[in-house]
């Protein structure tokens, strides 16, 4: 085999190494100057579709941050207005027993009337709060509107049940802020699980001091009357008005329980012919409502003891009411809590995956100084001695050989 070597071959052989070694410095000189060593899929195919994958990631959990921050200024502010609405209850709770003082007069009542309504009119105010970005606290997934509207002495609800759900990280949703419906309008009423009240055309003495469950085996949820067919005398019947089998009838003494079913009752004072009370269900009833019931009974005058009997049976059920109402939003209070703290886990799970998909970013994308410089350096090196070897070739021939 023969080779043959010319003078054109050496200096092509010279000038290709030349171009090499400035591509080479050039390269690096770039790296050591933006900082990142993976510009063009060509210097790493692998790495430069690790690199995307991971800046997709990366950009994934910058979105979840923005939905954390919304979310957990819009829970804050829930956290926050239910608190301010506990203590509008706390106060409506003190008037009631403050109105239960016998020596007011009924201008006396009429002031506490008139703060009880402001007191219904700032509750109106904390379900219409927003969020200071233009979107309601309460009103579920419905946007753009006002979730309450006050008309005709009652408040109506035109959000909707809904709840949207924030992703915050990846595969972890959590519950944004309450329906309003659920916050304000379906309260359930006296204990949670019954409800006792005096019928509104009473026209005795009689006030029910108490009526409970003693028993949820023997009662079933169905209503049942105390009614006197005669002032010394009761009976209790079911909530059509049949008697019960076997009756459950006798001689009426104040402060004396009466069983039946399951239920007692406990009633003073003196009740008239045709009087009744009644324990069922514990139906749900809206915050607004409670208020106003209790502040309209208050505002009604008259010191007759039929007139006493009534506002003290009203203010019994309205403070009975205000507790549930009260224990209702502590519940949402401690739920929107529950969700506040997975929300900062999520936020401690989400930090922790940035720092560890920044570091693999920056060890495949980023410059190792040290290494750039060492092999810029090299090349340079190489660089000189090529272009030394070039000009020795420039100036000589291999006829100088012959």
Not at 137 to 161: E, H, I, M, R
Not at 355 to 384: C, E, F, H, P, W
Request: glycine share 10%; aromatic share 4%; hydrophobic share 40%.
């Amino acid at each position: 085999m023969t080779m043959r070597l010319s003078t054109a071959q050496m200096q092509y052989d010279a000038l290709s190494m030349m171009r090499a070694r400035q591509g080479e410095i050039s390269k690096y000189q770039q790296q050591i100057a933006s900082g990142v060593k993976l510009t063009r899929g060509a210097d790493d195919p692998t790495g430069i579709a690790d690199v995307q994958h991971l800046d997709h990631a990366l950009a994934s959990l910058g979105q979840f941050d923005r939905n954390s921050t919304l979310l957990g200024d819009r829970l804050r502010q829930q956290e926050g207005a239910l608190a301010d609405a506990g203590d509008l209850l706390q106060r409506a709770r003190e008037l009631a027993v403050q109105a239960g003082n016998g020596a007011l007069s009924d201008s006396d009542r009429h002031a506490i009337v008139v703060e009880l309504r402001g007191l219904r009119e700032s509750m109106l105010q904390i379900a219409n709060r927003d969020d200071g970005r233009g979107r309601q606290l309460f009103a579920g997934t419905q946007d753009g509107v006002k979730p309450f509207t006050s008309g005709a002495g009652n408040v109506s609800y035109l959000g909707n049940d809904g709840q949207n759900l924030v992703d915050v990280a990846p595969d972890t949703a959590l519950a944004d802020t309450d329906a309003g419906s659920r916050v304000f309008m379906n309260i359930p009423t006296g204990d949670g699980i019954s409800r006792a009240r005096a019928a509104a055309g009473n026209s005795g003495s009689g006030v029910l001091d108490s009526a409970q469950v003693t028993s949820s085996t023997l009662w079933n949820g169905a209503t049942l009357q105390l009614r006197f067919p005669s002032a010394g005398n009761y009976e209790v019947v079911d909530g059509s008005g049949n008697p019960l089998s076997p009756p459950v009838a006798g001689s009426f003494t104040p402060g004396q329980p009466i069983s039946a079913q399951g239920v007692q009752f406990v009633v003073s004072g003196n009740p008239a012919a045709g009087d009744s009370f009644i324990v069922e269900r514990s139906p749900s009833q809206d915050i607004f409502a409670t208020l106003k019931t209790l502040a309209d009974a208050l505002d009604q005058p008259g010191n007759s003891a039929a007139e006493v009997a009534r506002r003290a049976n009203a203010l019994r059920a309205g403070q009975e009411d205000l507790t549930g109402a009260q224990q209702h939003l502590l519940d949402i209070r401690a739920e929107t809590g529950i969700r506040m703290r997975n929300l900062d886990s999520a936020d401690a799970m989400r930090s922790a995956s940035n720092v560890a998909m920044t570091q693999m970013l920056s060890g495949l994308r980023d410059t190792d100084l040290a290494d750039a410089i060492s092999k810029l350096q090299y090349n340079m090196t190489a660089l000189d001695a090529t272009q030394r070897m070039m000009a020795r070739l420039q100036s000589s021939s291999l006829f100088d050989k012959l």
